[in-house]
């Protein structure tokens, strides 16, 4: 009886787990049903969102990038064809001269022609210029949408970001480094590239030959100095020494200190007192140039796309050259090494579908799209992921500009009259510098460019 008695209840018992069992498969069934058909309706939702501009065609203006202009018009075709088929948006872009551009972009800024969407430089001129009717939209919601201000280097940052208002994404960045022949190295018995000012001039003097009058045969340094800048170079330097250009509020120069006094000393006794450095203010001159026939072992501030501009221009250099961080004035691991330069991608208050124009500026500076575009166009970038990516990381020669990024000191200052201060070859900044070069008194050099900064305003 007992035996039978527990054979019932563990008959009971069983009946009654394979109904909780099946009322509890079939719960779940329907939630799982119920889930997927919201998971539809959210992928539903999100396609319409995505076609809610279809029909839309916006302009967007931009400048030439690379050494092969067929590269960025297959890029670019790219690039708007799968935003087109993402979202249903035409892009129709321009490719604008780097001589034309400025003009376009503040007559676009004051009432003329002006693209939806356009790649600039120079925001703070362009804010200023802009109207309540013409110019720059702010666009600080389309800066948290892509995760915030910390997505992007300081630099890209103080490009883009003006009172605390964004008027466009950060994207191409411009960092500066060592460029170095390691043919020359070798030769010389030299095994690393040097790490402070006082290497620089110790293995530059290696390298340097004369000939009987004492005339440089062979330069061991160069300052990058296309069409004969010493500016940016310069630039580089007074960040190495700690200085600044201006204050923290922009409202004052600050470069005629110890630290800026130090930094042109340098950039002219490489010329005038250690003789390792040609000195050329002719915009014929190109160190790039003379380091590709091989008459310079090393070129101070050179650029990420010189090394397909190396290749191109004389292959055979190629696997004879590498890139390293800019030495530092001092020994200090937190001074910075180079300036850097960024650029935004801007929407206009005169598009007639904004909308449609931040959809855009999201995708084309999208962490996806980005990285593409570095590695067609041979561009760094301001985003931090980015660069971080191994196609930077692990390739030598572009992480030497990933370590310098880190700690780099922004170049151009938002100021309305910049591009009129730092004007090549009469603007005050890089007149100081060619005179410098030339053996000018320090003293007086400074002071003569602080009069004509004053002149023109900022």
């Not at 079939?26 to 049903?33: G, N, V, Y």
């Not at 939806?116 to 009717?133: G, K, L, P, R």
């Not at 100081?432 to 460019?449: L, R």
Request: net charge negative.
């Amino acid at each position: 009886m007992k035996h039978k008695k527990w054979m019932v209840w563990g008959l009971a018992a069983l009946l009654s787990t394979g109904a909780i069992a099946g009322c509890s498969t079939e719960k779940a069934t329907q939630e799982t049903t119920s889930q997927e058909q919201k998971t539809e309706v959210t992928k539903g939702d999100e396609a319409k969102k995505e076609k809610s501009h279809e029909g839309t065609e916006l302009t967007f203006w931009m400048q030439p990038y690379g050494t092969d202009p067929a590269n960025q018009t297959a890029a670019m075709d790219k690039v708007t064809s799968d935003f087109f088929e993402k979202t249903g948006i035409k892009v129709n872009y321009t490719i604008n001269d780097w001589s034309s551009a400025n003009q376009k972009l503040t007559l676009a800024c004051t009432g003329g022609e002006a693209p939806d969407v356009a790649d600039i430089f120079f925001t703070n001129s362009f804010v200023e210029m802009s109207t309540d009717e013409y110019g720059l939209l702010e666009i600080n919601d389309v800066i948290e949408d892509m995760g915030g201000e910390s997505s992007w280097y300081s630099a890209g940052k103080d490009e883009a970001c003006v009172n605390g208002k964004w008027y466009g994404v950060p994207w191409r960045f411009d960092t500066r480094v060592l460029i170095y022949n390691t043919e020359d190295f070798n030769k010389a018995g030299i095994t690393e590239a040097p790490k402070t000012w006082d290497e620089l001039v110790e293995t530059a003097k290696k390298l340097t030959t004369t000939d009987d009058n004492g005339n440089i045969t062979h330069a061991g340094l160069a300052w990058y100095s296309d069409m004969g800048r010493y500016d940016q170079s310069w630039f580089s330097m007074l960040a190495q020494c700690g200085g600044q250009l201006m204050n923290e509020d922009f409202t004052e120069f600050t470069f005629n200190s110890a630290e800026g006094k130090k930094s042109l000393q340098f950039l002219s006794d490489c010329i005038n007192k250690y003789k390792i450095c040609n000195s050329s203010v002719d915009a014929s001159y190109d160190a790039l140039t003379e380091f590709m026939g091989g008459n310079v072992s090393m070129v101070f501030g050179g650029a990420a796309d010189n090394r397909t501009s190396i290749i191109n221009a004389a292959p055979q250099m190629e696997n004879k050259f590498a890139a390293a961080p800019m030495p530092l004035a001092g020994d200090a691991e937190n001074e910075n090494h180079a300036i850097a330069f960024s650029a935004p991608i801007a929407v206009f208050k005169t598009t007639q579908n904004p909308e449609a124009a931040k959809e855009w500026v999201k995708y084309f500076c999208s962490e996806e799209v980005q990285l593409y575009l570095s590695k067609q166009l041979s561009l760094l970038n301001s985003n931090i992921n980015v660069m971080k990516d191994p196609y930077f990381t692990e390739d030598a020669w572009l992480n030497a500009f990933v370590e310098t990024s880190k700690n780099s000191q922004a170049g151009d200052m938002p100021l309305t009259t910049w591009s009129q201060l730092d004007a090549w070859p009469d603007g005050p900044i890089p007149k100081m510098c060619s005179e410098v070069v030339n053996g000018t008194d320090i003293d007086s050099a400074i002071e003569k460019c602080i009069q004509g900064l004053k002149t023109i305003g900022y």
